[in-house]
């Protein structure tokens, strides 16, 4: 607990702030004591010792430095957090015990100043563990104000332009970082003690290869030639296996000219490893063995959750071949199907879509597994045996030529690593790479290349060997929870602020809207506020009126809530503010009477929008497939209405006018299709508990919310719906076999809701 109350200092204009700290880092130069002279200080603690070790330390003297965080008081007696790399230790600062001129001077630093402490390790009168300063020395002055406490830095898109401030702000970004390391740590441990050696290969290449991926290009200005950023450390790898190394590694960078997403980043970093004389099963064993050991030792348990999912990485990980899961989850058997086309025609009868691929057996079991497979594989599960087709490296398997010994590892639905018996034959590889070429020609440009040489490797002799890539930013994100592969990259790939400024430029200036003054000479602080607010202060801050978009409760704590603010600015605003004492959310988030939209001031802009999604958003996409499927003779379209189809809702009319829309749609659309073998119908789903129903269904404690209690006493059943229930309604209506005369409905899926009249 803090020694005193914060007062928050006044948000004055950054541009007046940052005039304010030059003007005091000149006053310190013209004095002579310019801290970015001093050159070092020697500290020897840190928080976290004194934290640790506080018993043994309690009355010793001690020289600490950091970062301040926050001050107190700044009358004769001032408290300030000082953060370092452990975290944060309480400074004490006392006029009568330090130097005046000193105090005065450490009365002026601003938060972000960086300083040195010289002083005695002490525990307050309220338990507060503490530095009690006799000499501070400021050792580097912060020339931009940190962000604001409660708000911290939550731009998203800013956090990770400026993970610097990011990390400075938000400690706990610190954790995924700390664990990314001890990760790499932990897999060169695994692998050196296993006989490993760590190698490194070029970055640069003359040719692409060793995956299929778009690579990216770069000139060369002395040899005159274009070369490549590595897309895979492969292939020099195996040359080095071919030299005679038999237990290679390489923890590298990776560069892959292709699009981003929460999984994906430009630059990654992965392992590849290679070992003489093994197979994937080998393989398979090290995958198991370095993430569940690296979760025990790291984490202390083998169950970890992630993106919404407990994940129990206990050693015995599920093994089943692709045909083996085509089979067991979309229901077609490709081992007892030997013809191409036939393999085809099963795939496409179960929905999978093969425009645009080759018309093979392998191809049309590869493409069923990576539409209706991956998607439900959450815990770990080893995939073997992949068709030729798609693995131009792997061994082929000896039971049946059509399959390769590779496995790649699933984990809640994330490819995680990826394994071969490698091809050592230089006559298959070579008739493998010309196959590939022959891709590219035809426009595929993740194709790969023809690597000569690689050949001329192989041809003096590889090993049998087993090889195995493992994406080590995924591997992070489970360990962490992160959502997204941006939160374990110090520096993700951003576009650059200038280029999201351009389209800005181009388009005409708006007319500037005249500044209204507002008097707040009358204004009153809520006596819950009073005693820590300073008025002067607060009189002179930034004052915004802002919409309270969302206020949920902060998870783990008694006191905050987090505000979502619509501010004017055009990006949402969240801050976090102490008074869930006092308040619940839906207090300070339900719409009263007086406050409530009408239809006379509908943003109708907001209303065509969500128009257009929900009407063009289930056109568009009917005119796409229903041509493939009408070249076919056959198919099923469902569309998803909503309870809003019949029975408008309040409060949403924008959305309830396109549902119905939907729905007219669903029944012309089907009239029309008919006669090219087309059914179309949707369902309408009732109240489902997802991640975003969960917010308007239920309050803070976890009791149903007002709106929630509305729904429940018109809904029969009385609860909400599952999943499954909803699944089975639509394998119904994609059965050509049990619904194929049922054409022009929408199904209401709803525990009985439409039903009820209300009385």
């Not at 760590?198 to 070369?227: C, K, Q, W, Y």
């Not at 798609?390 to 994330?414: M, Y």
């Not at 994406?471 to 790939?493: N, S």
Request: charge should be negative.
């Amino acid at each position: 607990m803090a020694e005193q109350k914060n007062n928050p200092q006044a948000e004055q204009d950054l541009g007046q702030q940052t005039k304010i700290r030059r003007e005091k880092l000149a006053v310190l130069q013209n004095q002579g004591k310019d801290p970015f002279q001093i050159t070092r200080f020697d500290w020897d603690t840190t928080s976290g010792q004194i934290k640790e070790n506080f018993d043994a330390m309690e009355g010793r003297s001690v020289k600490v430095a950091g970062r301040l965080m926050s001050k107190r008081g700044m009358g004769k007696v001032s408290f300030c957090d000082l953060q370092d790399r452990d975290g944060r230790i309480q400074l004490y600062a006392r006029q009568d015990e330090m130097d005046e001129a000193v105090y005065q001077e450490f009365k002026k630093y601003d938060i972000g100043d960086i300083v040195g402490v010289d002083g005695e390790v002490f525990r307050t009168q309220r338990g507060e563990m503490s530095v009690r300063a006799r000499t501070i020395t400021l050792l580097s002055k912060s020339l931009l104000p940190l962000p604001e406490k409660f708000h911290g830095l939550t731009n998203t898109e800013l956090r990770y332009r400026q993970r610097y401030v990011d990390l400075i702000v938000n400690p706990e970004v610190k954790r995924n970082f700390i664990i990314r390391s001890q990760f790499i740590k932990h897999v060169r441990d695994f692998l050196d003690g296993r006989g490993y050696m760590e190698v490194e290969t070029p970055v640069l290449n003359t040719i692409s290869g060793g995956a299929t991926a778009r690579p990216f290009i770069t000139h060369h200005n002395t040899l005159d030639i274009d070369m490549y950023m590595r897309i895979a450390t492969e292939l020099n790898l195996k040359r080095l296996t071919v030299g005679g190394f038999e237990r290679v590694y390489e923890i590298g960078r990776i560069f892959r000219n292709e699009g981003m997403d929460p999984k994906h980043n430009p630059e990654f970093t992965t392992i590849e490893l290679y070992e003489a004389y093994a197979d994937f099963h080998d393989m398979m064993d090290i995958a198991e063995g370095v993430l569940s050991t690296a979760a025990k030792e790291i984490l202390g348990s083998y169950r970890v959750t992630w993106l919404g999912n407990e994940i129990d990485l206990t050693p015995g990980w599920k093994r089943m071949t692709m045909i083996d899961a085509v089979r067991e989850y979309v229901g077609v058997d490709f081992e007892a199907i030997s013809d191409d086309e036939e393999a085809c025609k099963a795939a496409e009868a179960k929905g999978i879509d093969l425009e645009g691929c080759e018309r093979t057996w392998g191809t049309a079991l590869y493409e069923a597994f990576d539409q209706r497979v991956e998607e439900k594989l959450i815990q770990p599960t080893f995939i073997t045996m992949y068709p030729v087709e798609v693995s131009p490296l792997t061994k082929r398997s000896p039971a049946d030529p059509r399959l390769t010994e590779r496995f790649e590892l699933f984990i809640n639905h994330c490819e995680f690593a990826n394994a071969f018996s490698e091809l050592n034959d230089p006559i298959d590889q070579r008739g493998r790479f010309e196959h590939e070429l022959a891709l590219r020609e035809m426009g595929n440009d993740e194709a790969g290349m023809m690597d000569e040489d690689f050949i001329n490797a192989l041809e003096y002799g590889l090993p049998p060997t087993g090889g195995m890539g493992i994406g080590i930013d995924r591997c992070v994100m489970m360990l962490t929870g992160a959502d997204t592969i941006r939160d374990v990259i110090l520096f993700p790939t951003m576009k650059p602020i200038g280029e999201a400024k351009k389209a800005e430029k181009a388009a005409p200036a708006a007319a500037e809207a005249p500044v209204e003054k507002i008097d707040f000479s009358k204004v009153e602080i809520e006596p819950l506020f009073q005693e820590f607010v300073d008025f002067e202060t607060f009189a002179k801050s930034d004052f915004r009126a802002v919409k309270v978009k969302e206020c949920t409760a902060v998870p783990k704590s008694k006191k905050l809530l987090k505000f979502v603010l619509d501010d004017g600015t055009g990006e949402d605003r969240v801050i976090l503010s102490g008074i869930h004492d006092t308040y619940e959310p839906e207090e300070l988030q339900e719409n009263k009477p007086e406050d409530m939209v009408g239809f006379f001031d509908l943003d109708m802009g907001v209303f065509e929008s969500v128009v257009k999604i929900n009407t063009l958003g289930t056109v568009i996409p009917a005119r796409a497939f229903a041509r493939q499927m009408a070249r076919a003779g056959r198919g099923s379209i469902l569309n998803f209405a909503s309870m809003n189809s019949t029975r408008p809702l309040t409060r949403v009319p924008d959305y309830a006018m396109s549902k119905a829309a939907e729905a007219n749609f669903t029944q012309w659309l089907a009239t029309y299709l008919a006669p090219a073998g087309i059914r179309v119908n949707a369902v309408a789903p009732g109240f489902f508990v997802n991640d975003r129903s969960r917010k308007i269904l239920f309050a803070a404690d976890g009791n149903l919310s007002k709106r929630g209690e509305n729904i429940m006493n018109h809904t029969p059943m009385g609860r909400f719906g599952e999943a499954k229930e909803l699944w089975g309604c639509v394998s119904w209506l994609l059965d050509d076999e049990k619904a194929g005369f049922v054409t022009g409905i929408t199904v209401p899926v709803d525990g009985g809701f439409l039903a009820h009249s209300g009385i």
